[in-house]
């Protein structure tokens, strides 16, 4: 790929997940990321994940599924010493992604202002749960407390089952995609003005604005949204209906769409039916709609259904479980996901998802193995001009560590038959 970012230099103060993810995407754009973390602990995605072993080896899945190509560099930013190195790497970088709780750099004597004073290039990004001011900036804040401030929960469900998280980290991954949308930005600015800027990345209004059409449905319309499971609240039919053994998602929400339904099920009169021959008598009637439909969808499975009624325009596709999702030939087609070499001392590759975008001159994706904790401290160190006594002293005295032995005791890792081609 003719890299989009190459030559970009990111320093990655991130933890978990939203900052990592938009450093991930980042590197995949094909900027250099140096991953920040603390000697002795690293990110604490290092130790989460579905796989035991792999926690014990500071590799937890969490970890590997967004860190893939970064660099690790272990450093103590509560000492002096370990501040000055990451001062002279700002120097010679072009982005700073940091996700602690606001203050915390200002308080490390590593905010912005000093930031830009020695290096007035530096694009710095700043994630948390609710931004840099307000009443809520001091807060903690993991993924569910910002679905949950956000109204995310209350909508998602039905009205039985409501509030409900959603199965995924939709906040922390959200904000990552804001984030990484703003450094790009701010890069491009740059490229005009010369000078870099500080990005104040709110995780609660990254997911309100993703939210879109509940949101503006209240703040414009007045009506208030409300948990409605699986139907879609503004068309019909538009919703999971049952279908043989596996339940079918069908969104016919154009006119066009709703007759050619009709016709493929073999009941084109349905719609010259009054009770369904207009958008809003449908949704008044959804109830009775479905009864009808699901009794005509009975008569074949889900993915028979999605194939005949997709020839005729009609979107539709069977309701999949992660696994089966994954196996889709589709995705193989289209190379969605890349294979990487694991980190020693894991052997095999790993399977990760690229980026969800593909590019004229080459894809992006994920370049290289997930770093171990430290694996490129020395090397790192010593560019900003550290000699190897004064390495060795850091290291001796905790302010940087090298990556660690290899934990004895465990099995040797090995990639399931699911996890590798």
């Known amino acids: 790929m003719a890299d989009l970012l190459a030559g970009v230099r990111v320093l990655d103060l991130t933890n978990v997940l939203a900052g990592p993810f938009c450093t991930y995407l980042l590197a995949q754009l094909g900027a250099e990321v140096i991953k920040v973390e603390q000697p002795g602990r690293g990110d604490l995605a290092r130790r989460l994940g579905a796989d035991p072993a792999l926690n014990a080896l500071g590799l937890g899945a969490s970890f590997l599924a ?25 120097g010679g970088a072009d982005v700073l992604v940091e996700n602690f709780r606001p203050g915390v750099m200002d308080r490390l004597g590593l905010g912005a202002a000093r930031l830009h004073g020695l290096a007035p290039r530096l694009v710095i ?7 840099a001011d307000g009443p809520l900036a001091g807060d903690p804040a993991y993924d569910q407390i910002v679905q949950g401030r956000s109204g995310v929960m209350a909508i998602t469900g039905d009205p039985a089952s409501a509030p409900l998280r959603v199965g ?20 491009f600015r740059r490229e005009r003005s010369g000078k870099g800027e500080r990005i104040d990345v709110s995780m609660l209004e990254a997911l309100l604005s993703a939210m879109g059409w509940p949101v503006s449905n209240w703040l414009i319309g007045g009506r208030r949204p409300e948990p409605v499971g699986n139907e879609n609240p503004t068309a019909a039919p538009a919703a999971t209906s049952r279908s043989g053994r596996v339940l079918l998602d069908l969104a016919a929400n154009e006119e066009a769409q709703f007759e050619a339904l009709c016709a493929v099920l073999g009941r084109p009169e349905l719609a010259r039916d009054p009770r369904f021959a ?31 009624l997709a020839r005729a325009g009609v979107p539709a596709g069977p309701v ?34 690229r980026a969800g975008f593909r590019s004229g001159p080459g894809d992006p994706g994920p370049t290289g193995p997930p770093p171990r904790l430290g694996e490129h401290t020395e090397a790192i160190s010593a560019e900003p001009g550290l000699g ?26 090995r990639p399931s038959p699911a996890a590798c081609p």
Do not use: Y
């Not at 095999?348 to 998802?353: A, E, K």
């Open 66 to 90: 967004q860190n893939a190509g970064k660099r690790s560099l272990t450093l103590d930013l509560k000492r002096a010493e370990g501040r000055a190195i990451l001062v002279r790497l700002a």
């Open 125 to 131: 990004c700043s994630i948390s749960g609710f931004g």
């Open 168 to 187: 995924f980290p939709v906040a922390d991954t959200i904000g990552g995609l804001t984030a990484a949308m703003a450094v790009v930005a701010a890069l």
């Open 278 to 308: 207009e958008r809003e008598a449908r949704e008044r009637n959804r109830a009775v709609l479905r009864a009808e439909l699901e009794a005509l969808l009975a008569a074949m499975d889900a993915a028979d259904w999605a194939a005949r």
């Open 320 to 353: 999949l479980s992660l696994e089966e999702a994954l196996a889709e030939p589709h995705l193989a087609a289209r190379e969605a996901i890349r294979t990487v070499p694991a980190p020693e001392p894991l052997d095999g590759l790993l399977r990760l998802v």
């Open 388 to 413: 190897p006594e004064a390495i060795a002293d850091l290291r001796a005295r905790g302010v940087v560590r090298a990556r660690g032995p290899v934990r004895s005791g465990l099995s040797p890792w």
